[in-house]
T-cell receptor
């Protein structure tokens, strides 16, 4: 088995601040994802990457950047934190299409 | 685009009750359908998966049947336990996709009282 590690677990930032969330996986999966989870709204895709150095925008990419410098890691940057984007950010990975997606435990973002 | 609808925001049951969580979907493609479960403080994890080839998924006492006619994928369990309390997400992916890019429903919170 493998594991997805997200750091930090809790992130508190000020409005307008640039914040970075990190994710590492040891499944050796090609595809990685960042989802945002808001209460009552399910999970919405922010960015995904099908291989090292690849980036694809999801439905919610505005206000975010992502980076996939290594196969095992995928980071997400909130370019200017806003109070309305306090949520849990979930990193995930999968082998490819139609297969199981594995999730990390999440980073809870609070903006003050 | 693809969409998944879970009408029930929350379901409250007692132990040994029958569970039914509604899920309908809309897609122009042939989807693979999933149920994910999320326990407190954890990320979602796969509960079961169904494709057009196998129609029905069963796992840990939960089952879901893929009904193309009604475009539904409801989750059922005959007798719930307190440990089943969690958030349940229905999701789909286009079967021919080269990624696992999932479309999720909003989730249903299940609370089971002892």
């Amino acid at each position: 088995g493998g594991i997805i590690t997200q750091t930090p677990k809790f992130l508190i930032g000020q409005e307008g601040q640039k914040l970075t969330l990190k994710c590492q996986q040891n499944f050796n999966h090609d595809t990685m994802y960042w989802y945002r989870q808001d209460s009552g709204k399910g999970l919405r895709l922010i960015y995904y990457s099908i291989t090292e150095n690849d980036l694809q925008k999801g439905d919610l990419s505005e206000g975010y950047d992502a980076s996939r410098e290594k196969k095992s890691s995928f980071s997400l940057t909130v370019t200017s934190a806003q109070k309305n984007e306090m949520a849990v950010f979930l990193c995930a990975s999968s082998i490819g299409g139609g297969t199981e997606v594995f999730f990390g435990k999440g980073t809870r973002l609070t903006v003050v | 685009g693809d969409s998944v609808t879970q009408k029930q925001g929350q379901v409250t049951l007692s132990e040994d009750d029958f569970l039914f969580i509604n899920c309908t979907y809309s897609t122009t493609t042939y989807p693979t359908l999933f149920w994910y479960v999320q326990y407190p403080g954890q990320g979602p994890q796969l509960l079961l998966k169904v494709t057009t080839a196998n129609n029905k998924g069963i796992s840990r006492g939960f089952e879901a049947t893929y009904d193309k006619g009604t475009t539904s994928f409801h989750l059922q369990k005959a007798s719930v336990q307190e440990s089943d309390s969690a958030v349940y997400f229905c999701a789909l992916v286009y079967t021919g996709a080269n990624t696992g890019k999932l479309t999720f429903g909003h989730g249903t919170i299940l609370r089971v009282h002892p």
